[in-house]
């Protein structure tokens, strides 16, 4: 790990201190004063087109760029907040290792495990105890379970509806 932080590229370091500085209050007050500056040169430029076109053009650049620095920050975070969910997961026994990497899924996809998780709140809401778990595992367990051991054949109607030798 220590190798990896000492070849980051001269990209990641410029993003990452920008980043930082710019969600600082230093930054905040830097651009507050610019614009005061700006607003108190008005009279001296005689509110002119090139005095507008000043702020106008230097906010639009600073903007385009954060943009950009913006998307990878978070990018970055939700990459390394996704590794420590996927770390839990597969750190907690009763967890199901099927959510790990659940990221890369089609939106369908994920309605349709939304939807399994709100049935999921429903029956954990019935419950009494609090510390019962429920899992996609557990409900495909359970699923199983019903499936072979609980369900009765129908009757078969080749037989003319009698099954009463069977």
Request: hydrophobic residues 40%; charged residues 25%.
């Amino acid at each position: 790990m220590e190798a990896t932080v000492g070849k980051k590229n001269l990209f990641e370091k410029f993003s990452n201190a920008a980043t930082k500085f710019t969600g600082s209050s230093t930054a905040f007050v830097i651009a507050l004063l610019t614009v005061i500056i700006w607003a108190v040169t008005g009279p001296l430029f005689h509110y002119s087109e090139t005095w507008q076109l000043v702020i106008n053009t230097g906010t639009t650049i600073i903007t385009f760029l954060m943009v950009f620095l913006i998307q990878k920050a978070q990018n970055k975070d939700g990459k390394a907040i996704q590794l420590k969910l996927n770390e839990l997961i597969a750190a907690h026994e009763r967890a199901s290792n099927r959510m790990v990497d659940i990221e890369d899924l089609t939106e369908k996809d994920l309605d349709q495990l939304h939807k399994f998780y709100v049935t999921l709140a429903e029956l954990a809401k019935q419950e009494t105890d609090i510390h019962c778990s429920h899992s996609i595992d557990a409900a495909e367990e359970v699923n199983e379970y019903k499936s072979r051991h609980l369900r009765k054949p129908k009757p078969n109607k080749e037989h003319n509806g009698n099954t009463a030798g069977k």
